[in-house]
């Protein structure tokens, strides 16, 4: 699997924007799709995942009523709509794949963790001016 992830730039506080990440290769659908980032100084952390037919997603309490994950299956594509962001929001923003989880408990128990993920993307810097 091939991620390309699109969509950054620079927005002011209180702004939005919308990333999008395009899978190519192996079925989309098979996949649980995730969003990290990484701000300058900081180790990378986990942002947002949604289960592979968009049932189930899951968000970092920093991010939570702010964005929102989503996933178009019959366009490969996943995206994470992030609305009131501030400068720590200031990160490059990377999409991410991995093998279903078998379960809802097991989505949730190991989404957050990065070793899950099998595929990335090269990531698209977002920076927001307060």
């Known amino acids: 699997v091939q991620l390309q992830a699109s969509g950054g730039g620079l927005v002011q506080a209180e702004g939005s924007l919308r990333l999008s990440c395009v899978a190519s290769?192996?079925?989309?659908?098979?996949?649980?799709m995730g969003w990290f980032r990484q701000a300058p100084g900081k180790e990378r952390e986990f942002v947002a995942a949604?289960?592979?037919?968009?049932?189930?997603?899951s968000y970092t309490d920093s991010v939570k009523g702010r964005c929102t994950i989503s996933r178009d299956n019959d366009k490969n594509t996943v995206y994470l709509q992030m609305n009131s962001m501030n400068p720590e929001d200031t990160a490059v923003y990377y999409c991410a794949a991995r093998s279903a989880a078998p379960s809802y408990s097991t989505f949730i128990a190991t989404t957050r963790d990065q070793s899950q993920y099998d595929y990335w993307g090269q990531g698209t810097q977002v920076t927001v001016s307060s």
């Open positions: 949604i289960r592979r037919m968009g049932m189930s997603t």
């Open positions: 290769g192996r079925a989309f659908s098979n996949y649980d």
